[in-house]
């Protein structure tokens, strides 16, 4: 991904599974990212 460097990025579901993996690679693209799920302590 190219281009995203402080970006913002909302994540749904993003505690576990592939959106826990979407907001790893978003962060590692230097994204600032908003996380929600139901599961607190996951997010």
Do not use: P, Q, W, Y
């Amino acid at each position: 991904m190219r281009g995203l460097n402080g970006k913002r990025v909302v994540i749904t579901g993003g505690a576990s599974g592939i959106g826990a993996a979407a907001v790893a690679r978003f962060l590692d693209e230097a994204c600032r990212v908003l996380v929600i799920d139901r599961d607190a302590r996951g997010a």
